[in-house]
């Protein structure tokens, strides 16, 4: 049975690892078309947090649900409406650029494989290395995969870790553009990354992770306050 959803949302989520504690009480909603970006310095806690809403692992507390859904009572039906980028590329490295898209598109049983798999590798600019080891890809090469790999069946809810990573100026605004056209099909859209300039004007809007805790990031749309001194100002005051 399909599962759709128009909203993320977690609800008092704590997770810890043994004593540690990675989240404490998050709570916050995405929507149906928004993009939201995850800011925070390293270890805040923003890849466990992208971790749970891709269901892969569960809060210590709280509860998170996908419109009326659970991640329990949503199951496999709910699991294939969400595509994940994360630190791991999730790529196969013995596989060519084709056959790691081939594979991914029949785990989700999506029609019209080749094609599908044909403007996949031509929006990545892979089109004339589809039969080429992964192994041999440079890190950007793999990461324009790896953005293919994790939206290839059109996922309702896109968790991007760290998008950016390796892309060179070109493929960043093709990245841009294409997370402004998704958030306006309505998928909802949680990135983190450090760079803040190239996300400034894309976002609807940000949230900060401080050890394990959130907080919001000032809103300024149709303002003249950069991003980055909006996120300096919120972390000076949190």
């Known amino acids: 049975m399909a599962v759709d959803f128009d909203s993320l949302t977690f609800t008092d989520v704590t997770r810890n690892f043994g004593r540690r504690r990675a989240l404490n009480r998050v709570s916050f909603t995405c929507r149906a078309g928004e993009i939201v970006a995850l800011l925070g310095p390293n270890g805040a806690g923003k890849s466990t947090l992208l971790s749970i809403a891709a269901t892969l692992l569960e809060p210590s507390s709280g509860d998170v649900r996908y419109g009326v859904h659970s991640a ?25 650029a084709a056959e790691n898209l081939r594979f991914f598109a029949r785990l989700y049983r999506l029609p019209a494989v080749e094609r599908l798999v044909g403007e996949a590798l031509e929006r990545a600019s892979l089109t004339e290395r589809r039969d080429d080891p992964v192994s041999g890809f440079s890190r950007g090469m793999r990461q324009r995969l790896a953005i293919e790999r994790a939206l290839l069946h059109t996922p309702r809810l896109a968790l991007l870790d760290e998008p950016f990573t390796g892309l060179d100026d070109a493929a960043v605004t093709a990245l841009k553009a294409r997370l402004v056209a998704l958030g306006g099909s309505g998928c909802i859209i949680v990135l983190t990354t450090h760079d803040l300039e190239t996300i400034d004007g894309v976002i609807d809007r940000a949230v900060i992770l401080t050890d394990g805790r959130l907080s919001a990031v000032a809103d300024d749309r149709g303002g003249t306050t950069p991003l980055r001194e909006r996120y300096r100002r919120a972390c000076a005051a949190s």
């Not at 969400?82 to 060519?96: E, K, N, T």
């Open 72 to 96: 329990r009572s949503g199951g496999g039906a709910l699991r294939a409406r969400v595509g994940l980028l994360a630190h791991d590329l999730y790529l196969y490295p013995d596989l060519s």
